[in-house]
């Protein structure tokens, strides 16, 4: 590994940037078609790296520079810059800063691919859900997300800690509009409260595209029209309505559940 650059100065052009990323929406335009992200934590950048992924430039604080794991995470990264943990934690978005974060570009999206097992976001507000939801549709085989117009950005410091690492192993496609929809071949699933099927009693067609709703609304009524199967999870236990992203693991396991035992 090259020897780090060492910035010392709060004014330099890299922490500036690094500063408007970690407490900005989600991205920085860098050009016509390039945006770039910024990702905190030791765990965050290692997932990043076992995906595959190129960081484009790592800033360490100086203690965590002195931990060897954290050197092997940032091993292989072109551009590494030492900063004293002062700088560092003016940068950090977090109560207890990580001293370690990756610059990389974010990914321009293929063509949707009409057949995957999909996952169709629509106009959630809150980045704990969205990225709780990423995680659930990674784990359980799902691998493209569909992101309406409205819906928090999928690529924002907050999206990227809930995700923990999900978003480098899915295609994600933002601020689409129901028209995008059209190219998907698979049907379409959706929750609600007035629905006579039950979630438990219902044969789920895999793949399929699962439609989550924003937090207080629910799923658009145009957007439901579009299900080809709408379903309601049993809470015997009296409760009004769950959590999407809770909402979202049940109906994301079950359709797991399903294929696996299907075969």
């Known amino acids: 590994m090259n020897s780090p650059l060492r910035i010392t100065s709060r004014d330099n052009p890299l922490l500036v940037r690094v500063r408007k990323l970690a407490r900005g929406a989600s991205v920085r335009r860098l050009g016509a078609a390039e945006s770039e992200m910024w990702l905190e934590g030791e ?10 992924w190129q ?18 995470v940032v091993e292989g990264v072109l551009r590494v810059a030492v900063i004293p943990d002062a700088l ?19 990914p321009s ?48 410091p ?46 789920l067609p895999s793949p399929c595209a699962w439609v989550f709703g924003h937090e207080g609304r629910g799923v658009d009524p145009g957007m439901l029209a579009r299900c080809a199967l709408q379903v309601r ?4 236990g009296g409760e009004e309505s769950l959590n999407v992203a809770a909402a979202a693991a049940v109906c994301l396991y079950e359709s797991c559940r399903q294929a696996l035992a299907g075969r």
């Open 233 to 236: 999870i049993a809470q015997p």
């Open 43 to 52: 765990h965050l950048c290692a997932a990043l790296k076992l995906r595959g």
């Open 158 to 203: 907050k999206v990227l800690r809930a995700g923990m690492g999900a978003h480098f192993g899915l295609m994600l496609y933002e601020g689409l509009q129901p028209a995008d929809l059209d190219v998907l071949k698979v049907p379409m699933l959706g929750t609600s409260l007035q629905a006579q099927a039950m979630l438990h009693n219902s044969a």
């Open 88 to 106: 560092f934690a003016g940068l950090s978005a977090l109560e207890s800063p990580a001293g370690i974060g990756f610059l990389c570009p974010v």
């Open 109 to 156: 999206p293929l063509a949707m691919r009409p057949e995957a097992s999909s996952v169709v976001l629509d106009r959630l507000q809150d980045p704990g859900n969205v990225g709780s939801i990423l995680r659930t549709a990674a784990a359980m085989g799902f691998t493209q997300v569909l992101a309406m117009r409205g819906t928090v950005a999928l690529w924002s």
């Open 55 to 72: 960081a484009t430039q790592a800033l360490v604080s100086e203690s965590a520079w002195l931990q060897p794991r954290v050197r092997e």
